[in-house]
């Protein structure tokens, strides 16, 4: 834990990997955030995290409290430099279709289709 840091930016982009090891999460910005700076992601599959994450292409997610599992998905990252290269370059892919440029248009269309009247059983 770093504590409140106004330059997140910089300590996310000296890393190699973003274990976020929550027994609860709302919806993973901060894993997110992770891989918009390129870095893999070891997480539970707490809350959000499963709609965001990407098992075997920006990382890897286990159950709550399953350390040794989480332990080796981390081991198994940092001692393959290859696997590391390919999941830094999925995980920042991948942070941008997250991007508002992307995700706005999406609500909109599901609303002006409610207010339509096409998604109304």
Do not use: C, W
Request: hydrophobic share 45%; net charge negative.
């Amino acid at each position: 834990f770093v504590g409140k840091q106004e330059q997140m930016e910089d300590i996310l982009a000296i890393a190699d990997l973003f274990l976020l090891t929550s027994e609860y999460e709302s919806f993973g910005l901060a894993a997110l955030e992770a891989m918009a700076a390129g870095m893999p992601v070891i997480s539970t599959n707490a809350g959000g995290l499963p709609e965001i994450m990407i098992q075997g292409k920006v990382g890897y997610m286990g159950d709550v409290g399953d350390v040794a599992t989480l332990s080796r998905y981390a081991l198994d990252i940092l001692q393959n430099d290859e696997r590391l290269r390919q999941f830094k370059a999925e995980a920042s892919a991948h942070a941008h279709t997250f991007d508002i440029k992307n995700i706005v248009p999406l609500y909109e269309k599901l609303y002006e289709d409610v207010l339509s009247g096409e998604l109304v059983d």
